[in-house]
C-alpha cells in the first residue's frame, strides 16, 4: 500500500512539472496577422534616411524579325530602278572595240622582201637576210649602234630572178648596224711532246661582232637572170 501511495504521489507531481503547452499558433489567419504586423514594424522602424527605390528603366521593344524583313522588301520596292541608258550607249563603243581587235587578230602580218644576197666580210661568204642578224669577224672601228654598208655582194636573188656578180654585183649593197661587240666560245690548244716533258694548254677566244641586216639595194641595174618558170 505504501509503495501505490509513493507511485502515485511521483506520478502527479511528474505531471505538474511536465505539462505541454497549447501551440503559439492555432490557425493560418492568425499566422497572417502575425506576418502583416511584422512588416509594419520593420517598416517603422527603418531609417528616415533610407533612399526611395528608383523606377526600372523602360527599354524599347525591339521588332520581330518578320518585322524586319518586310520594311527591308517594301524599301527594295520603293527604290528607283537604275537607268539603262547609259549601258545602251557603252554598248556600240565596246562592240567597236571587239570588232577591232578581232580585225586585228585575223589579218596576217605584213610579207617580208623576199630577197636575200651573198656578201663576203673578212674572206668569208654569208647569206643575209634583210631583218635577220648574223655573227661575223670583228669589225675594225665599227661600235655598238654604228650603221654599216657592206660593198662585195656576190650574188642576190628574189623570188623571179637572180642577179649573178663577175665578181661582184656592181651598185649593191647592204645596209647593216652593230648590235653587239663579243667573243667567240673558247678554243683549247694543247701541245705535247712525248719523252720531254713538254705540256702546254692554251686558250683563245675570237672577238667577233653581230650585225642586224636592215636593206639591200642598188642591185636593181644589174643585168639579171630570169628563172625558168
Known amino acids: 500500500m505504501a509503495s501505490s501511495a509513493t507511485l502515485s504521489l511521483l506520478c502527479s507531481s511528474f505531471a505538474s512539472h511536465c505539462k505541454i503547452s497549447p501551440p503559439a499558433i492555432t490557425s493560418l489567419s492568425q499566422f497572417n496577422s502575425n506576418l502583416t504586423f511584422l512588416s509594419l514594424s520593420t ?19 525591339l521588332p520581330k524579325s518578320s518585322e524586319i524583313d518586310s520594311a527591308v522588301l517594301e524599301a527594295e520596292l520603293q527604290a528607283p530602278e537604275p537607268d539603262a541608258e547609259p549601258l545602251a550607249s557603252e554598248e556600240p563603243a565596246t562592240s567597236a572595240a571587239l ?15 623576199e630577197i636575200f644576197a651573198v656578201v663576203m666580210i673578212g674572206g668569208r661568204q654569208y647569206i643575209v637576210i634583210p631583218g635577220r ?12 649602234d654604228d650603221k654599216v654598208v657592206l660593198n662585195k655582194v656576190l650574188l ?30 673558247k678554243v683549247v690548244v694543247f701541245k705535247y711532246k712525248k719523252k720531254k716533258n713538254y705540256r702546254r694548254n ?28
Open 43 to 61: 517598416s517603422s522602424s527603418s531609417s528616415p534616411h533610407k533612399l526611395s527605390s528608383s523606377p526600372r528603366p523602360t527599354f524599347p521593344l
Open 99 to 113: 570588232e577591232l581587235a578581232e580585225s586585228a587578230a585575223t589579218e596576217p602580218p605584213p610579207k617580208r622582201e
Open 133 to 144: 642578224y648574223i655573227y661575223t669577224q670583228r669589225l675594225k672601228g665599227a661600235k655598238v
Open 156 to 185: 642576190v636573188g628574189t623570188k623571179t630572178t637572180t642577179y649573178i656578180g663577175k665578181p661582184i654585183v656592181t651598185n649593191a649593197a647592204i645596209h647593216a648596224v652593230v648590235e653587239e661587240q663579243g667573243l667567240n666560245d
Open 202 to 229: 692554251i686558250g683563245h677566244r675570237q672577238p667577233n661582232s653581230r650585225i642586224r641586216i636592215t636593206a639591200i639595194t642598188g642591185y636593181q641595174d644589174y643585168p639579171a637572170v630570169t628563172l625558168e618558170s
